[in-house]
C-alpha cells in the first residue's frame, strides 16, 4: 500500500514530462461515467501502474489510467477510475488522489459520481450538483500528523463545494436534456448497498442521494483550498425508495443512456471554468 506521506515527486515529475503541459482542471470520473474520457483531444494515457506514489483502482468498471488532454480548450487531468473504502485502502490513502492533482498545478475539480436516490423526487438519469455531504462512517482523511505543507489542522468544510462552481453547473444545465437538481450527498462506506431503514434514516437527516466516495476527495480538497464541483448521476433509486431491488443490469442501461448527454454537461461545464 501507498503511505500518503511518501511524496509524490517522482510521480508528479513523470506525469508533466510526458503531458509536456500543466493541467488546470482535474476530473475524477466515477461509476459507470468512463465514457467522457473519450472526450480529451490529444491525449496522453498514463496507467496508474506506472506512477510512483499513485493507488491501484480495483472497483468494476474503473479504467485505472490518467488521461491528460484538451476539453473546450482547456488542458485537464481526468482520472479514469477512482479509489474507494471498500477496496481496503484506508482514509488517510484516500487523500492521495486529490493532492496528487494538487501538485501537477490543478487549480479546480470536478469530482463526479453514481448515486442512489434517496429524494423521491428524484428519477434514474437525473444529475445532482452536491451542495454539501453527511459522513457519519469511518474515519477522516486528514487522520494523524497534519500535513502543514497542505492545509491547516482544522480545516473549515463550510463551502467545501464551491459555490461560485455549484452556480456555473447550474447555469450550464440550461438547454441540456438533463434533469439537474442540488443536493446532499450522503456517504456510504459499501461495497454492500444500503438496507432499506439505513436510506430511510439519511433521508430524515436531509441526504438527497447515496453514495460510496467523494466525500474523501472533498474533504481532502477543503484541507489544501482547492475549490471542487461535485456532479452526482442517479442511476437508481435506493433500496426502499421503489419497489424492486438493485440491480447492476439496472444501473449499467441507465449509465449507458446518460453518458452521452452527461458527457456533453461536463464538457459544458468545463469550457465556461475560469482557470
Do not use: W
Not at 467522457?36 to 499513485?54: K, L, N, Q, T
Not at 483502482?57 to 490518467?66: E, I, Q, R, V
Not at 492533482?101 to 436516490?117: D, E, F, S
Amino acid at each position: 500500500m501507498v503511505d500518503s506521506r511518501s511524496g509524490f515527486t517522482d510521480g508528479v515529475e513523470l506525469v508533466l514530462s510526458r503531458a509536456g503541459f500543466v493541467p488546470k482542471i482535474g476530473v475524477i470520473l466515477g461509476s459507470c461515467l468512463g465514457p467522457f474520457a473519450e472526450r480529451i483531444e490529444d491525449p496522453v494515457v498514463i496507467p496508474y501502474e506506472e506512477i510512483p506514489g499513485f493507488l491501484r483502482a480495483t472497483a468494476p468498471s474503473h479504467a485505472g489510467k490518467l488521461i491528460l488532454g484538451t476539453v473546450q480548450g482547456k488542458r485537464v487531468v481526468c482520472l479514469s477510475g477512482r479509489f474507494h473504502r471498500y477496496e481496503g485502502y484506508s482514509y488517510e490513502q484516500l487523500s492521495i488522489p486529490i493532492r496528487f492533482l494538487q501538485q501537477l498545478g490543478t487549480k479546480a475539480t470536478i469530482l463526479t459520481n453514481a448515486v442512489g436516490a434517496i429524494n423521491p423526487n428524484y428519477r434514474p438519469g437525473d444529475v445532482m450538483v452536491i451542495r454539501d455531504h453527511i459522513k457519519l462512517f469511518g474515519d477522516s482523511p486528514l487522520l494523524g500528523a497534519n500535513e502543514d505543507s497542505f492545509g491547516p489542522r482544522f480545516p473549515s468544510m463550510r463551502n467545501a463545494y464551491t459555490p461560485a462552481l455549484r452556480a456555473l453547473a447550474r447555469d450550464a444545465a440550461k438547454g441540456s436534456p438533463l434533469t439537474v437538481h442540488e443536493g446532499v450527498y450522503f456517504f456510504f462506506p459499501g461495497p454492500q448497498f444500503e438496507t432499506p431503514s439505513e436510506i430511510r434514516a439519511a433521508g430524515l437527516l436531509g441526504g438527497d442521494a447515496a453514495g460510496m466516495s467523494t466525500v474523501t476527495e472533498a474533504i481532502t480538497a477543503a484541507h489544501c483550498g482547492m475549490p471542487i464541483l461535485g456532479l452526482s448521476v442517479v442511476v437508481n433509486m435506493a433500496e426502499g425508495i421503489s419497489e424492486t431491488s438493485i440491480t447492476d443490469e439496472q444501473i449499467d442501461a441507465v449509465a449507458a443512456g446518460v453518458s452521452g448527454p452527461f458527457s456533453d454537461y461536463l464538457e459544458r461545464i468545463i469550457g465556461r471554468m475560469e482557470v
